[in-house]
């Protein structure tokens, strides 16, 4: 699933390409991915000729602030990436061009056309991804976004507010880490590569670490996500860019799916285990 630095450098990239153009109409063969409309046809008339006046995310949603006081929210889910090209329609397939003809790209069930001719397309072969359709008055009002927990990487998401929100919390510091509702953004790769940085067990209770621990938690999550960022995140299986090319996150992942392999830092066997129904990787040599 596309985590904070793939939804991070999808945001950053689609402000650049984007930002004024005007929704002209809007095709998908899968319509249980737009929620809140009892038809496409509905969905397209509200979105018609609409501008997009900014482009932001929270967690891992991609946010159209549109004008007419509307926001068009992406979630990409597990498999759901957004390219920005163009592609013509043969044989029943989208077809297009360079990156965008990678076969991991292909799989297109929903097109948004500018009124530049201009596409955005969303690939997504598990077809798990939505898209929503909000007043933004109501949007930033609802349940959904105040219960996701602070991003990470603000200014205002210090060391002390960390120490405040992990305390008290009782699971293993791996899920806690990736419970959207408390910190919001980081996802199953992450979790195992900031606990890698931070030699921490990911089996260990978060209530029970250490205040040196908890800053060494900290500092990585800080580090770890800014990294991605830069390498415009971790292309290991569906994500790409809105270009259609890899991210390079993945050529410095140090634990993550390294199951079997030696650990970067002892040597020792990096193992796999499952957490709440969820991987881990981590090397309990170095990792307390």
């Known amino acids: 699933m596309p985590e904070l630095p793939e939804v991070e450098t999808t945001v950053r990239d689609l402000k650049k390409e984007i930002l004024k153009r005007i929704f002209f109409t809007f095709w998908t063969d899968s319509p249980k991915m737009v929620k809140k409309f009892d038809s496409i046809s509905q969905f397209k008339k509200e979105l018609y000729k609409r501008k997009i006046e900014n482009v932001w995310r929270r967690g891992k949603n991609i946010l159209f602030q549109l004008s007419g006081n509307k926001t068009l929210l992406i979630h990409q889910k597990i498999s759901g ?16 061009s360079g990156a965008l003809a990678d076969r991991v790209n292909s799989f297109i069930h929903l097109i948004f056309i500018f009124d530049n001719d201009q596409m955005l397309a969303l690939s997504d072969p598990r077809k798990f991804a939505k898209v929503e359709l909000w007043d933004t008055d109501k949007f930033l009002q609802s349940e959904f976004l105040q219960k996701l927990g602070p991003e990470p990487l603000e200014e205002n998401f210090t060391l002390g507010k960390f120490k405040q929100i992990i305390k008290n919390k009782k699971g293993k510091i791996k899920q806690v880490l990736m419970n959207q509702e408390i910190i919001a953004g980081i996802g199953n790769i992450y979790s195992d590569e900031i606990l ?3 030699k921490i067990n990911p089996l260990r209770k978060a209530n029970e670490l250490k205040e040196k621990e908890l800053k060494q938690i900290y500092l990585a ?10 390498l415009k995140g971790d292309s290991f299986s569906d994500y790409r860019t809105i270009t259609g090319e890899k991210g390079r996150f ?17 040597q020792k066997i990096i193992k796999k285990i499952k957490i709440g129904g969820r991987s881990a990787h981590y090397c309990s040599h170095c990792q307390r």
């Open 221 to 230: 999550i800080k580090t770890i996500l800014k990294q991605a960022i830069k």
């Open 81 to 96: 990436h957004l390219l920005l090209g163009k592609w013509k329609r043969e044989k029943g397939s989208w077809v297009s």
């Open 250 to 266: 993945q050529e410095k992942n140090e634990v993550y799916k390294k199951d079997g392999q030696k650990c970067p830092r002892c």
């Open 196 to 198: 890698f940085k931070a």
